[in-house]
């Protein structure tokens, strides 16, 4: 069964600082993998999708990276800003097109 | 853009009462899912649909049934509310595109069961 992993569960950085979110998932057989941001009491804003094939995406200072052989996933953030903060979610597609998410980061970016 | 709407933001509703949850999207997409998610347990897929009238149970179905009589519209029933229903209820869609399978979700729906 796919486990997906969220290390911190919590970040605390001042502004203007450069971070990196990790994501961890424990089967190798996904189709694709999915950032999200969601903001408290909110749905889920889709951020970066990498398919299966690729290594990394970027949209402006997001940048996602995929190795699926080590099952890892990272989300760099470049010059945080207080706007960032929001908890950030992965997720990975499995088979019938299901995702698995990991619990969370909660990133907080102090001005 | 990809627009899911969901029918409430907040919903309080009483033990044993029928609740209905609606989620209509606009981009035609074949594939719809209800989610919940709770602090400490994350999100959690209840049901999903490929197409109209067709569905599969998730990971947590008990206690919730589907509707999906048109293919922009999908519903999630509480057949009777429990106070273990109280939750965050998330709606999304998605399509197969290109080998890509991304999903869209609504604003949520916070259920409060009294």
């Known amino acids: 069964k796919q486990e997906v992993t969220q290390i911190p569960a919590a970040l605390s950085v001042p502004e203007g600082e450069n971070l990196v979110l990790n994501c961890s998932f424990t089967?190798?057989?996904?189709?694709?993998l999915q950032w999200f941001r969601q903001d408290p009491g909110k749905g889920l804003t889709s951020l970066l999708l990498i398919q299966s094939s690729q290594r990394e995406q970027t949209s402006g200072r997001l940048n996602a990276s995929l190795d699926k052989s080590s099952g890892r996933s990272t989300l760099y953030i470049a010059a945080s800003q207080p706007g960032d903060s929001a908890t950030y979610l992965c997720?990975?597609?499995?088979?019938?097109?299901?995702?698995?998410f990991g619990q969370g980061t909660r990133l907080t970016i102090n001005p | 853009d990809v627009k899911v709407t969901q029918s409430s933001r907040y919903l309080v509703k009483r033990t044993g009462e029928k609740v209905f949850l609606e989620c209509v999207q606009d981009m035609d997409h074949e594939n719809m899912f209800w989610y919940r998610q709770d602090p400490g347990l994350g999100l959690r897929l209840i049901y999903f649909s490929y197409d109209v009238k067709m569905k599969e149970k998730g990971d947590i179905p008990e206690g919730y049934s589907v509707s999906r009589e048109k293919k922009e519209r999908f519903s999630l029933i509480l057949e009777s509310a429990s106070t273990n229903q109280t939750s965050m209820y998330l709606c999304a869609s998605s399509r197969l595109a290109g080998g890509v399978h991304e999903q869209y979700f609504g604003p949520g729906t916070r259920l409060t069961v009294t």
């Open positions: 997720a990975v597609v499995v088979g019938a097109q299901k995702l698995v």
């Open positions: 089967d190798s057989a996904i189709y694709n």
